[in-house]
């Protein structure tokens, strides 16, 4: 032994043990941390989406108005010697004036054809003002609400005047006649485009800005006063939508440079490759190309059109340059107006991007209006020149030897940066610039797989990067893809599209209608594809038919029902739970789809998921069988039967582990309420009938009413449940909200403990007051009836309620919703409340139509149910708990102070959430369903509108919730596994620390504990300790009252944190275990009515936070002496053994969130102890009747027990197994004896005998100790020769007071402290001597 604590100290040893133990820790499994668990179940918040185009427009009228009087120069512009000439690389002077004039519009209409060859083109040569006015209006005419486009070369005419004229010819022309821009406005209307290629050309601009803006003035003045004289004028259209295109600013002239066309802004607009070649010859950096000329330049070979080609590929690369600086420099709705809205519009957009470049090194500067930033100076175009220069290089060779032509790696180079970007990038930076170009690749079959594969990791990012690629434009595109039959395209399409949708679902139109869905229905049946890409095709099928009557029918059509069968056993969960929510989804509200259905058995099929291991997969199960009953089309006998056949298999699901299931349980049976309304009524008003014929005082109340006895608080009480908004306790500091608490039911008037009887329920028509035992799960009536259907119906036996009538079929499920209605968890209680109350609500007013009061409710009250006003009852009743004479009053616990109501109330209608006002206002004789007397008037509307009120107003967001999984990022590593981030660090920081307190601790035992009497800690709890629960790693332990938690940091000696655990009042905690103590900490509770809840963020700055909670045992039986409820937690195997004042042991398993196993223990006393090994399967349980029995889960349920040992004649306080791979089974009873056995053996090996009258013990796991705590009030420690080390009888420092009886004990994990709670109140810690530690 000293050998080897020297050893430990060895700094050798001690390392390599420091990272076997953090092995340890990393390899043990997390339980009840899952996304479930930690988010709130609902959809991510829709982002608006701006990308779609709402006004999509055409250009289809153009005018092409030319005034060059070929000839004859005007008279304010000096044209240099020699002067740039080529109008529309025409030379005018090689013809005839007339000939040229003609030519030359002939060739500018077909340069605009390029670009829009539908429109309708007119052209007006040499015009006078009214061949202007008769050509703008016709245009406008035919045009309608599109876009005309007026195109004005003014090189013949003077320029134009700041009075906001251009010029035109007389008839003769003999002189220039100016036209306001004005009138031009009136006659081109909205919306339009125009052109102005001539000298001064700003000056329009802002001309055209100043009339517009006096428009806008008059038409404001004609709408507010309607006799002002502008009012009875025609009104001039607004000019808010028109587009300008001017060549240069208001004081600048255009370029006259011989080497250049002399409309070089139309070349540039209209023939951008052809002049941005030319352009590149002239600057001095060609001269590093040899052999390219300009002649050489006319014949590069290829069509502008055609992408193989070099000309056509020039023209795809400068497309491409030009939107990606447009995209990155504009704003975002500037860019979609202007580049995404109008073919027409959007090509002379990026052209007008090249004439800024090229006219600016001319010094003139083109201007738009809307204005745009400027962007000559941008990366890309030297992006640009590079490939201009990659095929000005091969021209000659291509032209003389008629060599092959090499593709620009344009494409693949901008690829490769945007997989840098991808790739390199931190979380917050700016867009990738290529985007655009990406778009581009998508139409090359070369790059397309390599552009797919980038843009779904792009898309992965998360939904700003789905937003952004829509808004430049990918949609279209993508769609366009669907069509194509390329195998190797499906992944990535079906993960765009996946990603796509899940940021935005109203696409789903667009889909249909190009039959989209077809090729995501050919994707899913494809039974090679890998089940990853299937679950995503059903994803998108599921957001199709999603509310979507079209979607629906074509997916029907599509044969989906069937395919989605096909994949419902598929061992992929997330395919499952898809291909479940999509059935769920195509029958919604679609009766030939239920049909279908019905014909494939597919209600059949989806049983077997309500037993799936994941939890998401039964909720979707759950939610495909609400649907499927929750159709409002008419019954038939068939249907109904399936409807009942539905209910009752999803009936059996109302104890399942996981709140989320059962919440998604709770709206699917509501949809059945809605559908058997009236049968649903009838049930109702049988409950409440008999619970208002019932008038005989219960036994507990005979007492005289000023003489109250106080009921016995064991596990004989009808449990009732009373639920009202819990405000939640902290410590006199913060009344913490946790949304619901289940609280206080039965007080009188003064406060006292009443007894029982139906009259002092609360009687707000919640039927929170109404709701039965956690136990057998009944309305709660009376004693008597309570008994009557206990006897008549278990929730044990819901397996064999299938063969019942089917006119029961609505009782069981009234029953179902009663106990959903008393759930732990507070959610799912909710939802449940609000079916019920509707109904319940509904069967009275239906009863009682002439609205006849009782007599015995016209004292005051309050309303007992809401007005149909789209008002809904609410859990309302019970008041807050009140000091009472017990013991417990001389406690400080803040529980919420009782709030007396005044005297006179107006009014009330409690509104969905409100609280009703206390219960002790209300006279005994209220009954719970009958209406308050200051509602009479209010009700006389009918409460139509009602059903559809239970329908929409329930839904759990588990669909939208699943679907946040597409939107986020799939590929990225999760933070736990990234080395480098904070979660990981911290989660190594508390590894470090367990191996730290496990090898410190262990230093310790292993040297032997000879006294454990030195007080570390005291303090007085807020409520008598029940539990005590030390955390086996850090310094903080959890102490239970009734209904309370309180943390304390025993080392500081304070108190870190107290709430309330939401458990009934007639209920008390019995048990507590934290979960992942080794990391992320959770504490579970156990209560004796069968509840298990578990929190989070306790003890620490945040606030207690319910992670789940389920009914872990559904029938436990009253007894005298209840044990409540046990539980053993194994962490390595994420199991949760459960017994108490049950026959059986459950065994949960919190990765499923299921009940896995059922181990009858073959005794009919209460199992009082429970411990288990998961090495060895095993499990010991002590019992109420003094054996101690041994269980292997591995067998059987008839031959599971391997062993009973019946030595011990009474009550056993606690059975332990030795975790060792020999370990020993250590039992201890009422009457002291502490026996331990050896499994394979028969008889005790060794008998102790301690104290009589055991109330509390603990067995130290590692330090071979236990401890005694007896009604004697005193504490004895032993080791495990039987020795007593310690006797404590006082405290320390509290001038000798005596200890009080013990009400708990428990040793700590690792070190050698122990937990003391007395009945007195106090929390002590005792420890091993200080030098020791």
């Known amino acids: 032994m000293k050998m080897e604590s020297d050893l430990l100290h060895s700094p050798a040893l001690g390392l390599a043990e420091e990272e076997e133990a953090d092995m340890k820790d990393w390899k043990l499994p997390l339980a009840f941390m899952k996304k479930r668990h930690s988010e709130k179940i609902e959809g991510s918040k829709a982002l608006a989406q701006s990308w779609r185009m709402k006004d999509r427009m055409k250009t289809v009228s153009v005018a092409l108005v030319l005034c060059l009087n070929v000839g004859v120069d005007p008279p304010d512009v000096v044209k240099t010697s020699p002067c740039a000439r080529l109008e ?52 406008r005419r035919n045009a309608k609400e599109e876009r005309v486009l007026f195109h004005y070369n003014g090189h013949g005419v003077p320029r134009p005047t700041v009075n906001g004229e251009i010029w035109v010819f007389n008839k003769n022309y003999t002189q220039y006649i100016p036209l306001s821009i004005y009138d031009l406005q009136t006659w081109m209307g909205s919306p339009s485009i125009f052109v102005y290629d001539c000298s001064n050309a700003g000056i329009i601009v802002k001309s055209f800005k100043q009339f517009a803006l006096q428009r806008e003035q008059e038409l404001e003045v004609a709408a507010i006063n309607p006799s002002h004289p502008l009012a009875q004028m025609p009104l001039p259209p607004s000019m808010k939508n028109c587009i300008q295109l001017a060549a240069c600013e208001a004081s600048e002239l255009l370029p006259m440079n011989p080497d250049l066309p002399a409309d070089l802004f139309t070349s540039c607009l209209t023939t951008p490759i052809k002049i941005a070649l030319r352009w590149f010859c002239m600057q001095k ?20 059109n055609d992408r ?47 004439a800024e470049r090229i006219m600016r090194s001319y010094n003139c500067t083109p201007v738009s209006s809307p204005r ?38 344009f494409f693949a180079e901008q690829l490769t940066a945007f997989q840098v970007w991808l790739t390199m990038g931190v979380e917050n930076r700016n867009p990738p610039e290529q985007l655009p170009i990406v778009l581009q690749v998508l139409l090359s079959q070369v790059h397309r797989l390599r552009a797919l594969d980038l843009l779904g990791r792009f898309l992965d990012l998360g939904p700003w990067a789905v937003s952004l690629a829509l808004s430049v434009g990918i949609f279209p595109y993508v769609l366009k893809l669907l069509q194509s039959s390329a195998r190797e395209l499906r992944p990535l399409l079906v993960f765009i599209w996946a990603k796509i949708l899940a940021v935005d679902s109203s696409c789903q139109a667009d889909l249909v209608k190009d039959n989209g869905h077809k090729y995501f229905l050919s994707v899913l049946a494809d039974s090679y594809m890998p089940a990853e890409h299937r679950t995503m095709a059903v994803f998108i099928l599921a957001v199709i038919v999603n509310s979507y009557n079209t979607g629906q029918e074509a997916c029907l059509q599509g044969n989906l029902i069937a395919k989605c069968l096909e994949q419902l056993s598929d061992p992929h969960p997330l395919l499952r739970q898809w291909v479940a929510i999509c059935l769920g989804r195509i029958w919604q509200n679609f009766e030939p789809a239920r049909w279908c259905g019905v014909r494939d058995s597919a209600h059949e099929k989806l049983y077997t998921l309500l037993s799936d291991r994941i939890p998401e997969v039964r909720c979707a199960a759950v939610f495909a069988l609400g649907t499927f009953v929750g159709n409002s089309a008419e019954r038939t006998d068939h249907s109904t039967t399936i409807d009942h056949n539905v209910a009752m298999m999803l009936a059996q699901l109302i104890n399942d582990g996981s709140p989320v299931v059962r919440k998604e349980l709770v709206v699917a049976l509501s949809h059945l309420v809605v559908q058997y309304e009236s049968n649903f009524c009838t049930v109702a008003l049988q409950f409440i ?72 329920l609360s009687t707000s028509s919640s039927a929170s007051s109404t709701l039965g035992s956690p136990d057998n799960d009944e309305y709660i009536l009376s004693f008597e009836t ?42 799912v209680s909710d939802l449940a409340m609000k079916v019920l109350n509707s109904i319940a609500y509904k069967a009275t007013m239906n009863a009682r139509p002439q609205r006849i009061l009782d007599s015995g409710s016209l004292t005051q009250s309050a309303p007992a149910s809401p007005t149909s006003k789209g008002t809904h009852i609410h859990q309302a009743g019970g008041s807050p708990p009140m000091p009472s004479t017990s013991s417990s009053s001389l406690t400080e616990v803040p529980k919420p102070p009782a ?6 109330r107006p009014p009330y209608t409690p509104t969905l959430g409100g609280q009703a006002p206390h219960s002790h206002q209300f006279p005994r004789t209220r009954k719970m369903f009958d209406k308050g007397p200051e509602q009479a008037a209010e009700d006389g509307d009918e409460p139509g509108g009602h059903r559809n009120y239970i329908s929409l107003a329930l839904q759990t967001g588990l669909c939208d919730w699943s679907a946040k999984y597409f939107a986020q990022p799939v590929m990225k590593i999760p933070e736990e596994h990234d080395v480098e981030s904070q979660v990981r660090m911290e989660r190594q920081w508390r590894f470090l620390r367990n191996t730290r307190v496990r090898r410190q601790s262990r230093c310790i035992t292993q040297r032997g504990v000879s006294r454990l009497d030195d007080q570390i800690f005291i303090n007085r709890n807020p409520g008598v300790p029940s539990v005590v629960k030390f955390h086996p790693f850090n310094t903080c332990i959890a102490v239970a009252d009734k209904d309370s938690i309180c943390f304390w940091d025993w080392e500081k000696g304070e108190r870190l944190d107290y709430f309330y655990n939401g458990n009934p009042r007639y209920t008390h905690i019995t048990a507590m275990e934290y979960l992942n103590g080794h990391d992320c900490s959770l504490l579970l509770t156990a209560t004796d009515d069968g509840a298990l809840r578990i929190w989070k963020n306790f003890a620490d700055q945040k606030n207690p936070e319910m992670v789940t909670a389920w009914q872990g045992l559904s029938d436990m039986l009253p007894t005298t002496r209840g044990a409540g409820m046990v539980v ?41 102890s429970l411990s288990c090994d998961s090495q060895r399967s095993l499990i010991v349980a002590g019992l109420g009747d003094g054996s101690v029995r041994v269980f292997d889960r591995r067998m059987g349920p008839n031959e599971c027990r391997v062993m009973t040992y019946r030595e011990h004649s009474a009550w056993v306080v606690k059975a332990h197994l030795q975790k060792e791979t020999d370990g020993h089974i250590i039992s201890v009873s009422v009457n002291g004896d502490v026996r331990f056995f050896e499994q394979r053996t028969p008889d005790s090996i060794n008998v102790l005998q301690t104290v009589k009258g055991l109330t509390a013990l603990d067995i130290h796991p590692q330090a071979n100790l236990f401890a005694c705590g007896s009604m004697n009030q005193f504490i004895a420690v032993y080791n495990t020769n039987g020795d007593v080390i310690s006797n404590i009888k006082y405290y320390d420092g509290f001038m000798g007071q005596r200890i009080g009886a013990i009400s708990c004990l428990a040793f700590h994990p690792h070190w050698p402290h122990l937990a003391v709670g007395s009945n007195d109140y106090y929390m002590s810690i005792y420890s091993a001597e200080k030098r020791l530690r």
Request: charge should be negative; include cysteine; proline fraction near 8%.
């Open 88 to 139: 529309c690389w025409i030379d005018p002077l090689s013809m005839s004036p007339q000939k040229a004039l003609e030519t030359i519009g002939a060739n500018l209409q077909k340069q605009y054809e390029n670009w829009q060859p539908r429109a309708r083109y007119k052209q007006s040569l040499d015009p006078t003002v009214d061949e202007v006015k008769k050509l703008c209006t016709s245009l």
């Open 285 to 304: 950096s060609a001269k590093l190309v040899p052999g390219v000329t300009l002649d050489l330049i006319e014949k590069i070979p290829g069509r502008l």
């Open 308 to 354: 193989r080609t070099p000309l056509g590929e020039l023209n795809w690369i400068f497309t491409a340059i030009t939107d990606t600086i447009a995209w990155n420099v504009l704003p975002r709705d500037l860019f979609q107006k202007l580049f995404r809205q109008d073919l027409l519009v959007a090509s002379l957009f990026r052209n007008f991007l090249l």
């Open 372 to 409: 745009l930033p400027p962007t000559y100076m941008h990366a890309m175009w030297q992006a640009w020149d590079l490939a201009v220069d990659i095929c000005l290089s091969q021209l000659p060779t291509i032209i003389e030897e008629g060599t092959a032509f090499r593709h620009s790696p």
């Open 689 to 760: 009938e008999e619970e208002k014929n019932y008038m005989v005082p219960s036994p507990a109340n005979a007492a005289e009413p000023g003489n109250l006895t106080p009921v016995r608080e064991g596990p004989a009480i009808p449990r009732l449940r009373s639920v009202n908004s819990y405000t939640n306790i902290r410590a006199a500091t913060t009344a913490r909200n946790l949304n619901k608490s289940l609280q206080n039911l039965n007080l009188n008037e003064e406060g006292g403990p009443a007894a029982f009887s139906p009259g002092n």
């Open 786 to 827: 309570i008994d009557k259907m206990r006897r008549v119906s278990s929730y044990s036996s819901l397996n064999s309620l299938i063969g019942v009538s089917f006119n029961s079929v609505y009782t069981q499920i009234w029953r179902v919703l009663l106990h959903l209605a008393a759930d732990p968890f507070p959610e």
């Open 899 to 904: 709030r007396e109501p005044p005297a006179t």
């Open 1128 to 1168: 053993d937690w194994e962490q390595e195997t994420g199991l949760l053994m459960t017994s108490g004042d049950v026959r059986v042991i459950r065994i949960w398993d919190a990765d499923r969130e299921m009940k896995v196993q059922d181990i009858p223990t073959g005794a009919d006393s209460c199992v009082t």
